[in-house]
């Protein structure tokens, strides 16, 4: 099995990192989502950026804030390359003429730091940062702590070192919302079923045959309450499975997948 794609920037995160350590406390200083806190433009301008990483700007129809984790909001994006930075060749679309996409809120206690996370998803199939074309990708931003950024670069590594699959690929990158200096984040690739990204065979929504229910399931073992949901029982205790894809399911896939986790969580607790 080839080996997925390792990006080539720790040197940029690291320098990006190191100077920028006298803002670690952006986590928790930075304007919160969508410029909803008074002056935050002045504190924190675009100026702040370190110039070792590439500058990714989005604007907002209106300047329009993003308040939630439902509703998208229209926007602009292109990304800019620092003189100090290598990857010249990553520069996306201009201020005047940008990428369109919408953006909303992303995350589970996450999204109530000051510094939020966001899913991004291109009106149209994009690449971006030299990742496969996609509609679909996240901007995590390590809101606890420079550790986090650090974390999660080390953690993918890892993962691409074991050799097992395709694992999110992703690039750090400093943003710029409305003109606001937002600090570091990680755009990654969102999870999906795509030959680009997890290329499996994907269960049909409302499947009711035997042989092919226990195939190509998107499922995430969750602590938070979501629509399209399972709930394993174990004794005191629930499991609660999402099903990313499929989302509908038939009264078969519904009981399979309980009864597939079943074992799992008499293991768990």
Known sequence: MSKTFTPPHFKQLFFAILSIASLTTISSSAANAGNTA???????????ASGTLPVMHIN?????PIVD???YVSAGLWIEIPENCDDKQLGLASADNP????????????????????KIKFDKK??????????????????NSYTDWLGQAVGKELANMTELGWVPRYYPVELILNGR???????????????????????PEENTAPAT????????????????????????????????????????????????????GDHTW
């Open 38 to 48: 008074p002056n935050t433009s002045e504190q924190w301008n675009a100026d702040m």
């Open 60 to 64: 907002t129809e209106n300047s329009q």
């Open 69 to 71: 984790k439902e509703n």
């Open 99 to 118: 990428v369109k996409l919408n953006i909303r809120g992303r995350g589970n206690s996450s999204w109530k730091e000051d510094k939020k996370p966001y």
């Open 126 to 143: 994009t690449e971006i940062l030299g990742m496969p074309k996609h509609k679909h990708f996240a901007l995590l931003a390590g809101a």
């Open 181 to 203: 200096y937002d600090g570091i984040y990680f755009l990654y690739e969102s999870v999906k079923i795509d030959s680009n990204r997890l290329d499996i065979f994907e269960q």
């Open 213 to 264: 229910i226990p195939y190509g399931w998107l499922v995430e073992v969750d602590n938070y309450a979501d629509e399209f949901q399972v709930m394993v029982p174990d004794g005191e205790y629930s499991m609660r499975v999402t099903h990313k894809s499929p989302e509908i399911l038939s009264d078969m896939q519904r009981q399979w997948l309980i009864d597939d986790f079943t074992p799992y």
